[in-house]
C-alpha cells in the first residue's frame, strides 16, 4: 500500500489518540533496496560470521578504466557477436549458493551473483519488468570528471564543468552480488574460494574495476573489498531470505565529505546506483559522497569512519574552527526541533506558521544538507497544505518530489505521494488539517 494510503487512514483517527506526524507512515518507503548505513566492524570481517550490516564505500578507488569503444561485430572483421544477456550457472557452488554470471548485462559490462536459482530468477523478473529505454540506460557521464590526486586525501573525483543540481553522474549496475546469508554464514574456508570464482568469472575489464578498489581490512584482498564497499539489497522474499549486498566499484571512487555534493541511491528495478549532484559545483570541485549519517554529531561520525575505512575525516566541517563547529551543531538541533514540530498534529494553533516552514529551508541549505532534504521538504509542503495554503503547498510538493527521487528513486513511495499533493492540493485530504475546513 503507498504511503500515502496509509497516512489517510492514520490522520482519520488522530485527532481521537493525541498522535503525531512522527507516528504516521509517510515516509516508510516501498522501494526494493535499501542502505545500511552503519559499517562493518574489523571483528566481523575476520570471521565473516553475524551480525554483519553493510558499509558505505571505501575511500576511493585506484583504479579508472579507460572508455573502450567496442566496434560492432561483421562478417568483415571477424569479429565474435556480442555474449547475449543470459544468465548462466558457472557450477560453482557451496550448498544452494552459486555463482552466476551474465556476461551480457548492462551492454555487455557483465554481472556476476553469489546466490540461488530463486534469486537468479528473481532478478530476471525484474529484468522484464524493465522497460527497453530502462534497460539500455546504465551510463557514466566520464567527460564531467577526472580522477586526480586530492590534496590530503589521495586520489579523487574532480569536476571539469560547471554542474547543477539534479545533474546525474552515474547510473551504473553492481559488479558483484552476493547472498546475504551466504556472506554471513558459509565458513570462510569455503566462502573464500566462492568470492574468488565469482571475481574470476567477471570479464576482464570489470575484474580489474573491481580489484582496484580500495580495502580497509587485512586478510584476502576479495573479502576485505566487499568488507570496505557493499550496500545492502532485497530481491524480495519472506523471513529476510531476500537480503543481498550489492558491490558498485564506481561508487568507492567518491571521496567522503560530511556535506557531500553528491548523493546516490540504488534503483530497484535496474539495479543500477544512481549518483545524482545535489548543489551547484564548479570546474576544479572535488565530488564527494558522504560514508555516515550526515547529521551525525562530530564525534560519532569520526569514530564510525575511524573503525570502518581507517581514515579521520579533514572535511571543511570536521576541521571548522570550534565557533563554527558549535554554529552548525545548532543548526542541525533546530532543523531536528522544526521536524518535530511539524511532524505534531496537536501542535499549538498559530505555531506552525510560513516563517517557521521557510526557516527550515534555510537551515537546510546553510548546513549545505541539499542531499537529505526530502523528509523536511514533504513536510513543509504537507504542513502548507494543511493551512490551507495551496499555492506554497504545490512549490513544495514538486521540490520534494524532485528531492525524494534524487535521494531515492523515481519509484519511492513518498515521490508518488507528493505528486498526489502536488496536483490538487484543495482535493488532498490534508487540506486545511491544521485550521479546519
Known amino acids: 500500500m503507498l504511503a500515502i494510503q496509509l497516512l489517510s487512514l492514520w490522520l482519520a483517527s488522530a485527532s481521537l489518540t493525541g498522535a503525531s506526524l512522527a507516528q504516521a507512515p509517510l515516509f516508510l518507503s516501498a522501494d526494493s533496496f535499501c542502505l545500511v548505513r552503519q559499517p562493518l566492524t574489523c571483528a566481523v570481517h575476520k570471521s565473516l560470521e553475524p551480525p554483519v550490516v553493510c558499509s558505505f564505500p571505501g575511500p576511493h578507488s585506484v583504479y579508472l578504466p579507460k572508455k573502450v569503444e567496442t566496434p560492432a561485430p561483421s562478417k568483415e572483421s571477424g569479429l565474435s557477436p556480442p555474449p547475449p544477456s543470459k544468465w548462466e550457472n558457472t557450477g560453482k557452488c557451496v550448498d544452494k549458493y552459486c555463482v552466476y554470471r551474465n556476461l551480457g548485462f548492462a551492454n555487455r559490462r557483465g554481472i556476476v551473483a553469489v546466490t540461488t536459482q530463486k534469486h537468479i530468477n528473481r532478478i530476471q523478473a525484474l529484468e522484464k519488468k524493465a522497460s527497453s529505454s530502462q534497460k539500455e540506460n546504465f551510463h557514466q557521464n566520464s567527460a564531467w570528471f577526472n580522477l586526480s590526486e586530492v590534496s590530503g586525501k589521495g586520489l579523487g573525483l574532480v569536476t571539469n564543468t560547471s554542474l547543477s543540481r539534479g545533474n546525474i553522474l552515474m547510473?551504473?549496475?553492481?559488479?558483484?552480488?552476493?547472498?546475504?546469508?551466504?556472506?554471513?554464514?558459509?565458513?570462510?574456508?569455503?566462502?573464500?574460494?566462492?568470492?574468488?570464482?565469482?571475481?574470476?568469472?567477471?570479464?576482464?575489464?570489470?575484474?580489474?574495476l573491481f580489484m582496484g578498489q580500495m580495502s580497509h581490512f587485512p586478510g584476502p584482498k576479495i573479502p576485505s573489498i566487499l568488507a570496505t564497499n557493499i550496500f545492502q539489497m532485497d530481491l524480495g522474499g519472506y523471513g529476510g531470505d531476500g537480503g543481498h549486498y550489492g558491490n558498485f566499484p564506481e561508487i568507492s571512487r567518491f571521496n567522503h565529505d560530511c556535506r557531500p555534493n553528491v548523493i546516490f541511491h540504488i534503483d530497484p528495478v535496474r539495479l543500477v546506483a544512481v549518483t545524482t549532484i545535489v548543489r551547484e559545483v564548479i570546474p576544479g570541485e572535488e565530488l564527494s559522497i558522504s560514508y555516515v549519517d550526515p547529521k551525525d554529531p562530530k564525534t560519532k561520525r569520526q569514530e564510525r569512519i575511524k573503525e570502518a575505512w581507517g581514515f579521520e575525516c579533514s572535511c571543511s566541517l570536521c576541521t571548522a574552527p570550534p565557533k563554527e563547529e558549535e554554529k552548525s551543531r545548532k543548526r542541525v538541533e533546530g532543523i531536528k526541533e522544526l521536524e518535530r514540530t511539524l511532524e505534531d498534529l496537536g501542535a499549538a494553533k498559530g505555531?506552525?506558521?510560513?516563517k517557521m516552514m521557510e526557516r527550515l529551508v534555510k537551515r537546510y541549505r546553510e548546513e549545505r544538507l541539499e542531499g537529505y532534504m526530502s523528509g523536511g521538504l514533504t513536510l513543509v509542503a504537507m504542513n502548507f497544505n494543511m493551512l490551507g495554503d495551496a499555492k506554497n503547498a504545490e512549490k513544495y510538493a514538486k521540490m520534494a518530489e524532485e528531492a525524494v527521487v534524487m535521494e531515492r528513486g523515481r519509484g519511492a513511495a513518498d515521490a508518488e505521494a507528493m505528486r498526489n499533493l502536488g496536483r490538487d492540493p484543495r482535493g488532498h485530504f490534508t487540506w486545511r488539517a491544521r485550521v479546519g475546513r
Open 171 to 208: 547510473a551504473l549496475p553492481p559488479a558483484l552480488i552476493i547472498h546475504q546469508r551466504c556472506f554471513e554464514q558459509t565458513p570462510h574456508a569455503s566462502l573464500l574460494p566462492l568470492l574468488e570464482a565469482a571475481v574470476a568469472s567477471m570479464p576482464v575489464e570489470l575484474e580489474g
Open 351 to 354: 505555531k506552525v506558521n510560513k
